[in-house]
């Protein structure tokens, strides 16, 4: 069975870290496009960070400088490590596949909380 499946994720105060990870199963991650997107309440999803099957990253705006994405193509899992957590970060946070024409799979979701 094909499934993207993240953990990491909770409750945190602002300036502290959390890694997300994403762990395929049912196919290997090598060869697409994988995506964290995180959608707040109220807003709608966005995309956060991508990296490419060669390795090239893309953020938000609002991120740079502060996430990290990255891929362990052995482990078959993508990270994103997040840095200098503000509460504007707080959104539930999901992995996604996708083959470069769309998304494919998305993971389950990961809550993310960031308060003081």
């Known amino acids: 069975q094909v499934q993207l499946v993240q953990s990491g994720g909770g409750l945190v105060k602002p300036g502290e870290s959390l890694r997300l990870s994403c762990a395929a199963s049912?196919?290997?991650?090598?060869?697409?496009?994988m995506e964290w997107y995180r959608q707040a309440p109220g807003k709608q999803r966005e995309l956060v960070a991508q990296i490419s099957s060669g390795g090239t990253t893309i953020y938000h705006d609002s991120v740079k400088g502060r996430f990290t994405i990255s891929r362990d193509n052995v482990k078959n899992t993508v990270y994103l490590q997040m840095d200098n957590l503000k509460p504007e970060d707080t959104a539930v946070y999901y992995c996604?596949?996708?083959?470069?024409?769309?998304?494919?799979?998305w993971g389950q979701g990961t809550q993310v909380t960031v308060s003081s």
């Open positions: 996604a596949r996708n083959n470069y024409y769309s998304i494919t799979d």
């Open positions: 049912g196919y290997i991650l090598s060869g697409y496009l």
